[in-house]
């Protein structure tokens, strides 16, 4: 079965400082998924990636899928309180939608 | 995209009741999905819902103790039979629509946080 490896596991910023997430997978992805979680809630849909190469942006997130498809990024430039929460990535089963998840990383950013 | 509600958004229950989660959407959509994240873990799959089937069980869920209907399209139900401890998780349906680009992505409902004494 296909593992996601998140790295790092907890992050903690200073408001305006940039940050990487990294989301690692045993197998090719087929789509990765980013989302975003507040403690206790539900999942907020960031970006998803299908292409190798592929690269998108949204304010100032931006995801990235490597050209072997295996490992996805996901970057945030000048970090905000408002970007705090647990990041989670997602990869798509090859046989259907069903998503199998990384263990997320928890983000705080301090003013 | 899709909006997507659950009722209730939690629950404190006793162990050997059960209780119904509802999942409903504003669209009409083939795929959804049941997932469950236990405290401090990630989502695992229960199990996937399509409408005009069966629903489809990952390994360690069973029928008996999640059953689920998927009435319509736009509406499924996911019930925890004889509730333990162990039961106390965030239940989140999600479903497959288009996206942006008229690609299919999946969306996750708010959750229903569970918690069982």
């Known amino acids: 079965s296909q593992e996601l490896e998140q790295s790092p596991q907890s992050l903690i910023v200073q408001e305006g400082k940039n940050l990487t997430i990294n989301c690692t997978s045993s197998?090719?992805?087929?789509?990765l998924y980013w989302y975003k979680q507040k403690y206790g809630e539900g999942l907020i849909f960031l970006m998803m990636?299908?292409?190798?190469?592929e690269e998108k942006s949204h304010e100032k997130i931006t995801a990235k899928l490597d050209e072997k498809k295996q490992q996805s990024s996901l970057h945030i430039t000048a970090s905000q309180p408002s970007h705090a929460g647990i990041y989670l990535c997602g990869a798509e089963r090859r046989a259907g939608y069903a998503l199998n998840f990384g263990k997320g990383t928890s983000l705080l950013v301090t003013p | 995209s899709a909006v997507i509600s659950q009722k209730p958004s939690r629950d404190i229950c006793q162990r050997g009741t059960s209780l119904t989660i509802q999942c409903q959407v504003d669209s009409q959509v083939t795929m959804m999905f049941w997932y469950r994240q236990q405290p401090g873990q990630s989502l695992t799959l229960i199990a996937t819902a399509n409408q005009g089937s069966e629903a489809t069980y990952e390994s360690g869920f069973v029928i008996d103790k999640f059953p689920i209907s998927r009435p319509n399209l736009t509406f499924s139900t996911l019930t925890v039979s004889n509730m333990s401890p162990e039961d106390s998780s965030i239940y989140l349906c999600s479903v497959v629509s288009s996206g942006q680009g008229w690609i299919d992505t999946q969306y996750f409902g708010p959750g229903t946080r569970l918690t069982v004494l």
């Open positions: 197998k090719t992805l087929y789509g």
């Open positions: 990636l299908q292409k190798g190469g």
